[in-house]
Antibody, heavy 121, light 107 residues
Framework: EVQLVESGGGLVQPGRSMKLSCAAS????????MAWVCQAPKKGLEWVAT????????YYRDSVKGRFTISRDNAKSTLYLQMDSLRSEDTATYYC??????????????WGRGTLVTVSS | DIQMTQSPASLSASLGETVSIECLASEDIYNYLAWYQQKPGKSPQLLIYAANRLQDGVPSRFSGSGSGTQYSLKISGMQPEDEGDYFCLQGSKFPLTFGSGTKLEIK
């Protein structure tokens, strides 16, 4: 069974940093592109970033470029999101998601339960 | 960026009724379209991928169709457990973009 378990969320002040982790199991982690998707309270879904299966490529939405960094440790089957210079508008539940097909970026097949990040003073 | 225009924003249906939700892409997305259901406090669940392929374990009353820029999700015979929010996602080009969502309720 595919499992994605996020951790690291919580309350953080504007301008500070936070690092999210996602522990993956139930599939061959190093074969799949992985992503972070966020959802602000009572709002829709927004793709944040994707990293390729081998970590060689990464892609970001414009609003987080230069502030967020997606990375992965294939030996530990773990995905990360380093979030710097946080803003109040970054407040959201952050989901870890696995792309559907091996070695390809397409839609998301599996999602974690999410971790809430609240940016507030 | 590819814009995904989803309609309607909300929908109320009777048990057994057939409902449809539409997503219009601002450019051709070559069937790189998925549909998700999300229930309150839960993560999204994949229903349909590649525009018309049913994800394993999803009831056959769900179906997807479309091509080019126009796509739709159909629920043939509304069930109580189908209440929730529905989103489309285009996976054709970065940035990946979602529709704004449809809230589906039982009438």
């Amino acid at each position: 069974e595919v499992q994605l378990v996020e951790s690291g969320g919580g309350l953080v002040q504007p301008g500070r940093s936070m690092k999210l982790s996602c522990a993956a199991s139930g599939f061959t982690f190093n074969k799949y592109d992985m992503a972070w998707v966020c959802q602000a309270p009572k709002k829709g879904l927004e793709w944040v970033a994707t990293i390729s299966y081998d970590g060689s490529s990464s892609y970001y939405r414009d609003s987080v470029k230069g502030r967020f960094t997606i990375s992965r440790d294939n030996a530990k089957s773990t995905l990360y999101l380093q979030m710097d210079s946080l803003r109040s508008e970054d407040t959201a539940t952050y989901y870890c998601a696995r792309h559907f097909s091996a070695y390809t970026t397409d839609w998301f097949a599996y999602w974690g339960r999410g971790t809430l990040v609240t940016v507030s003073s | 960026d590819i814009q995904m225009t989803q309609s309607p924003a909300s929908l109320s249906a009777s048990l057994g009724e057939t409902v449809s939700i539409e997503c219009l892409a601002s450019e051709d997305i070559y069937n790189y379209l998925a549909w998700y259901q999300q229930k309150p406090g839960k993560s999204p669940q994949l229903l349909i991928y590649a525009a018309n392929r049913l994800q394993d374990g999803v009831p056959s009353r769900f179906s997807g169709s479309g091509s080019g820029t126009q796509y739709s999700l159909k629920i043939s015979g509304m069930q109580p457990e189908d209440e929730g929010d529905y989103f489309c996602l285009q996976g054709s080009k970065f940035p990946l973009t979602f529709g704004s969502g449809t809230k589906l309720e039982i009438k």
